[in-house]
Nanobody, 123 residues
Framework: QVQLVEAGGGLVQAGGSLRLSCSAS????????LGWFRQAPGKEREFVAT????????YYSDSVKGRFAISRDNAKNTVYLQMNSLKPEDTAVYYC????????????????WGQGTQVTVSS
């Protein structure tokens, strides 16, 4: 069982930056592919980014590519999402997830989820 806790959300103006973090409880953290997803009001949960076991393989949605960066620190059982050049359309609840396959973009392929953290980007 893996427990995930996100942090770092908040309110930011368009063009600003935020860094989300997600801490995991599992000692086997380094064995999991990790992903970030987001869900805006009235919309389905959508894929944002994913990172492989050792952090050497990352993949992003087209909507965030070049602006967001996913990374992980297995020694700290933590995955990060650096978000730059934020846009109002990035407003959503952001979730981290564990357990997918490498480059998995489908939410159902992840076994464990955090509770989410709200990111609001004002125009």
């Amino acid at each position: 069982q893996v427990q995930l806790v996100e942090a770092g959300g908040g309110l930011v103006q368009a063009g600003g930056s935020l860094r989300l973090s997600c801490s995991a409880s599992a000692r086997t953290f380094s064995r999991y592919t990790l992903g970030w997803f987001r869900q805006a009001p009235g919309k389905e949960r959508e894929f944002v980014a994913t990172i492989s076991w050792f952090g050497d393989n990352t993949y992003y949605s087209d909507s965030v590519k070049g602006r967001f960066a996913i990374s992980r620190d297995n020694a700290k059982n933590t995955v990060y999402l650096q978000m730059n050049s934020l846009k109002p359309e990035d407003t959503a609840v952001y979730y981290c997830a564990a357990g997918g396959k490498v480059r998995s973009v489908v939410a159902d392929q992840y076994n464990y989820w955090g509770q989410g953290t709200q990111v609001t980007v004002s125009s």
